[in-house]
């Protein structure tokens, strides 16, 4: 999950990391134990804002919002755009339409991204497993 970073109060638009899978070089193991590669989180990024643009609040319940911003970011891109950052991942803006999610947002309940999906697990060669699935 990553931190809302900031809230836009007319907008009711929230942005903020809703997945960073490396963090200075070093990959970034999730609270499920996978790690995804950039290259995994750009294609389910653009997959997403293909078919889904749905936000949830913590992948339940009914659509609350909508993902209106999509920004995959990784070492490759960053380098051609001129951009310095020390994470690669997925950044996000979510438009907050449900009057009770806004609350939680604003009262700091809500707090951070999460994302969800399905992925193949694959073996490494020191023997751990990874996956695309966050």
Request: aromatic share 6%; glycine share 8%; charged share 25%.
């Given at each position: 999950?990553?931190?809302?970073?900031?809230?836009?109060?007319?907008?009711?638009?929230?942005?903020?990391?809703?997945?960073?899978?490396?963090?200075?070089g070093?990959p970034?193991?999730?609270?499920?134990?996978?790690?995804?590669?950039?290259?995994?989180?750009s294609k389910?990024?653009?997959?997403?804002m293909?078919?889904?643009r749905?936000?949830?609040?913590?992948?339940?319940?009914?659509?609350?919002?909508?993902?209106?911003?999509?920004?995959?970011?990784?070492?490759?891109?960053?380098?051609?755009?001129?951009?310095?950052s020390?994470?690669?991942g997925?950044?996000?803006?979510?438009?907050?339409?449900?009057?009770?999610?806004?609350?939680?947002?604003?009262?700091?309940?809500?707090?951070?991204?999460?994302?969800?999906?399905?992925?193949?697990?694959e073996?490494?060669?020191?023997?751990?497993?990874?996956?695309g699935d966050?």
């Open positions: 999950s990553g931190t809302i970073l900031k809230a836009d109060d007319d907008e009711r638009i929230v942005w903020g990391w809703a997945s960073v899978v490396t963090e200075k070093v970034v193991v999730d609270k499920q134990g996978d790690v995804i590669s950039p290259e995994e989180i389910a990024a653009t997959e997403f293909l078919d889904v749905v936000a949830k609040a913590m992948h339940e319940g009914e659509q609350v919002g909508h993902v209106v911003h999509s920004f995959p970011l990784t070492n490759e891109l960053a380098k051609a755009l001129g951009i310095q020390e994470r690669e997925w950044i996000i803006a979510q438009k907050i339409t449900d009057d009770e999610t806004w609350a939680r947002v604003k009262s700091g309940e809500l707090s951070a991204f999460s994302i969800g999906g399905n992925a193949i697990t073996a490494y060669e020191d023997g751990t497993e990874g996956s966050a």
